[in-house]
């Protein structure tokens, strides 16, 4: 699947994609960039931090807070969208970067649609795993969408009461 690099100010773009899903019971290769289910994870399975790099894969189910304990040795955390109605997600995405402190790669992936862009990166999203049929223009288009935000977020842009009181 293609995965595009988002970020505030630029249209989504392509990247070059080196990380591979580990199969269950697998080890990985010292030089491998691996992703596991979170449940793997939780499990204790430390064999998968003899990778060069590591990350995991969330559902909505998933509480991000019990990653606490792995998250400074994880490089990308993904988070699979099951449906584009469940917004449970976003909030871990947020919460990965405000409360958590998270500084790796954040990725949706799974069933979201275009015109979510815009709050993907709000949340703090850095990356998206599409298909190959999903509308990057449209993407592109949810980026640049909104001028004025009513809320602060991660993305760090003003929200409307700073910009109208600023001096």
């Known amino acids: 699947m293609p995965v595009l690099s988002i970020a505030v100010g630029s249209?989504?773009?392509?990247?070059?994609?080196?990380?591979?899903?580990?199969?269950?019971?697998?080890a990985p290769n010292a030089t491998?960039?691996?992703?596991?289910?979170?449940?793997?994870?939780k499990g204790g399975d430390n064999q998968i931090f003899?990778?060069?790099a590591v990350g995991v894969e969330l559902g909505g189910a998933d509480q991000v807070e019990d990653l606490k304990p792995w998250l400074d040795r994880l490089s990308i955390v993904v988070l699979r969208f099951a449906t584009f109605k469940d917004g449970r997600l976003f909030t871990s995405a947020r919460m990965l970067r405000q409360r958590l402190g998270f500084k790796g790669d954040v990725r949706a992936a799974g069933d979201f649609l275009p015109d979510q862009t815009a709050f993907l990166l709000r949340t703090g999203v850095s990356s998206l795993e599409v298909s190959d049929t999903f509308p990057v223009d449209a993407a592109a288009s949810s980026a640049r969408a909104y001028s004025v935000r009513y809320q602060h977020a991660v993305d760090g842009l003003p929200a409307a009461y700073d910009e109208r009181h600023a001096p």
């Open 11 to 26: 249209d989504p773009a392509p990247i070059n994609d080196n990380w591979v899903r580990l199969a269950d019971g697998a």
């Open 32 to 41: 491998d960039r691996v992703i596991v289910p979170f449940a793997r994870l």
């Open 50 to 52: 003899g990778a060069a």
